[in-house]
Every structure is written in C-alpha cells, then in structure tokens.
C-alpha cells in the first residue's frame, strides 16, 4: 500500500466534520514542537517512532506532521509498512498548515 497525501486545507475540515477526529503525530524534535505546533498533536520525534508505535492509535485516522512533509512521509510509510491502516502524510507540514489554515502557528 502506498501512503495517502493530505492538503492543509482538507486536514482542517477532518478536524472541524469529523465525529472522531483523526490523531495528529508530530514527528518533528522537541524544540521544533515547542516552537509551533497544532492544538491537540501528539509529539513523537521520527527516532523514537520504533519504540513508541504502541502509542499510536490508528483506528482514529492518524496525520503525521513534520516541517514540510519529508519526514513525516517517511513515518508514514514506515506505519505502513508495519500494517497500520488510516495513516495520511500533511503535504507541506506544519509550514503549509501556518500558510492555509491558522497564522498564529509560526513558521520557521
């Protein structure tokens, strides 16, 4: 199976029509998250994704986040790979979801 894209624009209307909404993973670092991040996302940075895959629920739908959308594509191939199902990569990241969706998120 292949990883499913999403746009900023089609993840914010998941989140306001969705009865459950999908869980957001960001798997940028630390200081990355701190810096800016969307409301509710579940911080596991990319190294620590083999050890923390028990923490990710995709029964819900799961976006992986990351700065423009390169690591999170790799996560998402890797849950994939592991036979998660639901799993959407954001095109462009955070940095599109500040541009198309919600400003006070910084870019960096």
């Known amino acids: 199976m292949s ?34 991040h969307i409301k509710g996302s579940l911080l ?27 690591r999170s594509h790799q996560v998402a191939a890797y849950l994939d790979h592991y036979g998660f199902s639901n799993i959407y990569n954001l095109r462009g990241g955070i940095d599109a979801w500040s541009l198309e969706c919600d400003q006070s998120v910084l870019r960096y």
């Open 44 to 70: 596991i940075p990319l190294d620590q994704i083999p050890k923390r895959m028990n923490e990710i629920n995709s029964s819900r739908g799961c976006v992986v986040i990351c700065h423009v959308g390169v």
């Open 3 to 36: 990883v499913t894209h999403i746009s900023a624009k089609e993840l914010q209307k998941k989140l306001q029509e969705d009865v459950v909404p999908p869980l957001l993973l960001d798997v940028r670092e630390p200081q990355e998250f701190d810096f800016s």
